[in-house]
């Protein structure tokens, strides 16, 4: 039987992207998630994916912990410096201190080389995880928990990253 052809890196970080940022605006009810805007309330009609962490850190770029929904006003605050709200909306998804977690994170972790995102089989994995977890917010999947063992745990990690350091030491 012939093995069927993996997409590029390039193709699904486009296709994890659509996945993700689908995924995100279910997730936030299709809601602004600083104002509290419904996306059909807005002047486009639509929601921005906005992520705390530059899209350019590869490692947080699908972690849903780095990802809210927002409307284009609030996204252009954000990017012109206006850090509080979304601070305060990650904060209160995902418990108080994780923006300092996803910064300090970045700051020690530029790259996806020698990590799992770096290759294509697992963000097929990857991108499968998400597209169930909408199914699941959409209602057309019966799962009670979905959860992925292989995302990054930010504390797990820092303290791995510790005891490797001590050892050297």
């Known amino acids: 039987m012939k093995k069927k052809k ?3 890196k390039k193709r699904m970080k486009v296709r994890l992207d659509n996945a993700v940022r689908q995924y995100i605006k279910a997730r936030d009810k299709n ?4 104002c509290g805007i419904h996306k059909d309330s807005t002047l486009l009609g639509y929601l921005d994916w906005s992520h705390k962490i ?3 850190n590869l490692l947080l770029r699908w972690d849903e912990r780095n990802s809210i929904a927002q409307c284009r006003r609030c996204h252009l605050d954000w990017g012109n410096g206006v850090t509080e709200p979304l601070n305060n909306a990650i904060n209160k998804l995902w418990g108080e201190g ?3 977690k996803l910064e300090l994170f970045s700051k020690q972790n530029q790259t996806i080389k020698g990590t799992p995102l770096d290759d294509v089989e697992y963000r097929l994995k990857l991108e499968k995880f998400y597209k169930l977890k909408l199914k699941a ?5 019966n799962t009670e928990d979905i ?3 292989d995302l990054v ?5 820092e303290q791995n990253k510790q005891l490797e350091k001590n050892k050297v030491c």
């Open 54 to 56: 530059s899209r350019t």
């Open 31 to 34: 809601l602004c998630t600083t």
């Open 98 to 100: 994780t923006t300092i």
């Open 137 to 141: 917010i959409l209602g057309s999947y």
């Open 147 to 149: 959860i992925w063992d």
């Open 153 to 157: 745990d930010l504390n797990q990690y």
């Open 6 to 8: 993996l997409p590029t």
